[in-house]
């Protein structure tokens, strides 16, 4: 009796978030699907149905498969450098020294900046005429002449990946960090007493309880950094040459800049597939951890 | 040969000095338990000689060499933590093995140590299991035998019990005594618990407040408590303490009662002085010929079982008895309480210090 009262007012409570849930995602997505079967413009008539000629005609796309290919690189590479240098900066900020503190709000500082600024003060740094790195790198001797970093396909991508690593990796160090706490002091003696080194100590004896909340960031940051549009379109715009095309770019090129919204729609329900895919690849993965952690 | 030597250790943090001077000696084979109130600095003392703390003052020599400078691994201690503190993703058997496996024994000579060691303590059929998959008292026995293995000149325990229910400690301490008979290790014990220390200890020290009240074996602490804090540490029920003042060769208690003052303290205590009398609740007996003897009035009777534990009043001072379980007592009956001369303790009320 009281189950069934219970599951009725759960369900009112929750229909609020519902609706509205319904009316910003659901509503969009049904939508997209019904579009992304035709030859829809962004303006002008509605199109005709198409099937999923969209699908396949993207599938095969050399476009589509460049970008994607520079798509898992950025995530691969700049998640990579942040779980590294997150957790290398919580360790250091685990140890106890003199200004400690200050320097733990310090570092939180690039993440709590919005991405924009970010991205606007790294093109600064990247300057081809007045930027700091060409001024640093040429003042140390590293440099002859004065580079366009995000001007050259070759550096592009890499000096984007450098921005989202300096933007992010403080979500990873500070989730580190507060897995290192919880670290006890005990087992940290008791391994010392042991005489395990700081290699072996990390293993046996912070890395079991870092695990499971890195799995957590692996998993928040990959899922991001798959979806990236902001900082990119920001500092390149997917240029040059494409170089830094990532799929959201893509998505948008296709729907807006080329107008062309069935093909459009077709890609953004792929990628939206794909980080599905990641998400529930990651969710196994997390329940695993989860479980043999301890 | 000395095992152990803690010469003039002091520990401060920043204004606050937690150890004020600590001095111990002790023989190879020993057990000494560091017995006090939580925050009297014994896990700090403890720390000290493992290393994991360091001294502001003083010296710890291990063996007769100072190890103050020696890494925690290179002073030949082993450890057990209240918590336990076990790796939680190895298994038992390299729980145990660990340190050895630090310092590279060879693997099958690594098992075997474990082996023997599982065995002795009984956990071989937990080898191969996870410390979450382990009850407290068995994650405990982990504990140790990851101590024992080591085979090092002195074992530290803080509060190794004290996650543990009753029942289960009372095992465990009775294991350890075994453990420290066979093994003829010097051990220093950490716990708060006075019954523990009372059981184990070849010698106690009582600390209080970053010093040692005393340092002395268990019958000492018990039978000539040193001060009050002492007195009143160690026994339950507590040492009954009442108020006195010496008068014309007598205690006077108060409301007309009075004890005669024992021989042995006639020419120690002037009259009008103000004492404390320290009187065991099982030193009270009912057999007015045992001794000098009280009235008092019956206020409470409990029977725990071996004893019944009367409180009772006299005059405006409360005391405690442990009288055999069959006595017939009453509340509101009027009592009489033989003491023996002997199981009379004498303190100066203001310096709390016996009157030896
Ligand atoms: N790292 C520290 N910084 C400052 N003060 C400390 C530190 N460690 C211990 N103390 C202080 O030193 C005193 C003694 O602490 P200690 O842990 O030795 O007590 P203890 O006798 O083991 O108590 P318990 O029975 O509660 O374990 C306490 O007052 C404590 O607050
Ligand atoms: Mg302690």
Known sequence: ?294 | MSALDIIGVRKTYGEIETLKGIDIALESGEFLVLLGSSGCGKSTLLNIIAGLAEASGGDVRIGGRSVLAAHPKDRDIAMVFQSYALYPNLSVHRNIGFGLEMRKVPAAERDRAVREVAKLLQIEALLDRKPSQLSGGQRQRVAIGRALVRKPQVFLFDEPLSNLDAKLRMEMRTELKRLHQMLKTTMVYVTHDQIEAMTLATRIAVMRDGRIEQLGTPEEIYNRPATLYVATFVGAPPMNLLDTVADGGRLVLGDNAALPLPQAWKDRVRDGRRLVLGIRPEALQLDAAAGPAISATVEVVELTGPELVVSASIGRQRIMACLPPRSRIAAGQRLTFAVEEDAMHLFDAESGLRIA
């Open chain 1, 1 to 294: 009796m009281s189950g069934t009262w219970m599951s009725t007012r759960a369900w009112l409570l929750m229909t609020p978030l519902l609706a509205v849930m319904i009316a910003v995602i659901g509503w969009p997505m049904v939508q997209t699907v019904g579009l992304s079967f035709t030859d829809a413009k962004l303006v002008g008539t509605a199109g005709t149905f198409v099937g999923l000629d969209n699908y396949a005609r993207m599938l095969a796309s050399s476009n589509f498969q460049r970008t994607l290919v520079t798509t898992v690189w950025f995530a691969v590479v700049s998640v990579g450098a942040e779980m590294m240098l997150g957790v290398l900066a919580a360790l250091l900020l685990n140890q106890e020294f003199r200004g400690r503190t200050a320097l733990r709000a310090l570092m939180i500082l690039p993440w709590a900046l919005p991405t924009v600024v970010n991205a606007t003060l790294w093109r600064l740094i990247y300057n081809p005429e007045y930027g700091a790195l060409n001024a640093a790198l040429t003042q140390i001797g590293l440099l002859d002449a004065y580079r366009s970093w995000l001007g050259e396909p070759g550096s592009a991508l890499t000096a984007l990946i450098v921005a989202d690593c300096w933007k992010n990796f403080p979500l990873v160090a500070l989730i580190a960090l507060a897995a290192l706490q919880a670290v006890p002091r005990d087992i940290t003696a008791a391994s010392l007493v042991d005489g395990a080194g700081p290699f072996n100590r990390f293993r046996f004896v912070i890395l079991p309880y870092l695990a499971g909340p890195l799995v957590v960031a692996l998993v928040l940051r990959t899922i991001e950094a798959f979806k990236v549009f902001d900082i990119i379109w920001v500092m390149t715009r997917g240029g040059p040459a494409n170089s830094t095309r990532t799929l959201s770019i893509l998505v948008y090129q296709e729907a807006f800049s080329f107008q062309r919204a069935g093909s459009g729609a077709s890609l953004a329900l792929i990628v939206t597939l794909l980080v599905t895919l990641l998400a529930l690849a990651y969710a196994a993965l997390v329940r695993k951890t989860a479980g043999r952690a301890f």
